[in-house]
């Protein structure tokens, strides 16, 4: 089948875009496996996805769902500046095999649920389609 211009195999083939693979950004990643307070490392990176996803999933642990919210959602709204800057549509994988998605991805899931958690369902089914619809094996994995 020949390409069409402007469009990828996987859109061809697939019928739809292809993945979205945010750029490796190993600082955050590291300080975090290191022991650094997720606060520091979301001040050091503030557009670091996975930074604000800890600290949603820090924060929902000791019950603070409120609080969990507000990360998650600079967590999710840094992913998807991130995510345009790479070519991303609005729609489209967003694979959890890539190790750069993981940011966005938790912070996605970490949204959903505390969404759930204080009610507010409709954000809840949205956020949880949109994290099935960008990877189902993120969905699997986070649960």
Known sequence: MPQTEGMSIHENLLGGPPPTHLP?????????AKGTP????AARYPASSLA????ADDAFERGAA???YAYARTGYHRGLDAL???GWKGH?????EHEPNRGFLRALH????????????????????????S??????TLG
Request: net charge negative; with cysteine.
């Open 52 to 55: 604000w996803a800890q600290l």
């Open 38 to 41: 997720p606060a520091e490392v």
């Open 135 to 140: 990877s189902q094996t993120a969905a699997q």
């Open 66 to 68: 409120v609080e969990s």
């Open 24 to 32: 490796d950004d190993p600082g955050p990643r590291e300080l975090l």
């Open 110 to 133: 970490a949204l959903a649920r505390a969404a759930g958690a204080i009610g507010e369902q409709e954000e809840y089914e949205r956020c949880t389609q949109f994290l099935k619809d």
């Open 84 to 86: 345009r800057r790479n």
């Open 92 to 96: 489209g994988p967003v694979p959890w």
